[in-house]
C-alpha cells in the first residue's frame, strides 16, 4: 500500500480536495458526495459510496464482488488496503459512531 491516512478531527464536516478545492462531501447539497477528478473512492465501513474505474482495477475484488458478501464480514479498510495504486492519500472521517469511519481516497493526478 503506498498512501498516506489522515484522520479529519470532527464528523458531518465538509471535505475539501487539496488539489482542486472542490467539496467532496459537501452537506448542503441533497447528493452530498461530489467526486472531483481527483476522487478514488469513497466509502464507509458498510460500503462504498462512490469508486472510480481507475481505483476499482487496483483492488483485489471489485465493488460488486465485495457487497455481493455484504454482511458482518465486510471489511472496507482491508479491501483498500490490498489495492496497489500508487501514491495517493485516505481522508478517514469519524462518522461519530464508535468505530465507524468514512474513508475517502484522493489522488494529486486527475483520473478523468
Ligand atoms: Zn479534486
Known amino acids: 500500500m503506498s498512501f498516506q491516512l489522515i484522520q479529519l ?5 465538509n471535505v475539501t480536495c487539496p488539489y482542486c478545492q472542490q467539496d467532496v462531501l459537501d452537506w448542503s447539497q441533497e447528493q452530498y458526495i461530489q467526486p472531483c477528478a481527483h476522487t478514488l473512492f469513497i466509502a464507509m465501513d458498510l460500503g462504498f459510496e462512490y469508486i472510480s474505474d481507475a481505483y476499482e482495477a ?48 484522493l489522488t494529486a493526478k486527475a483520473i478523468d
Do not use: C
Request: glycine fraction near 6%.
Open 9 to 13: 478531527e470532527k464528523n458531518q464536516v
Open 58 to 105: 487496483t483492488m483485489q475484488r471489485t465493488v460488486d464482488e465485495i457487497h455481493a458478501h455484504d454482511d458482518d464480514s465486510i471489511n472496507i479498510w482491508h479491501e483498500i488496503s490490498q489495492s496497489t495504486f500508487p501514491d495517493y492519500v485516505i481522508y478517514q472521517a469519524d462518522l461519530g459512531v464508535e468505530g465507524m469511519y468514512r474513508y475517502i481516497g
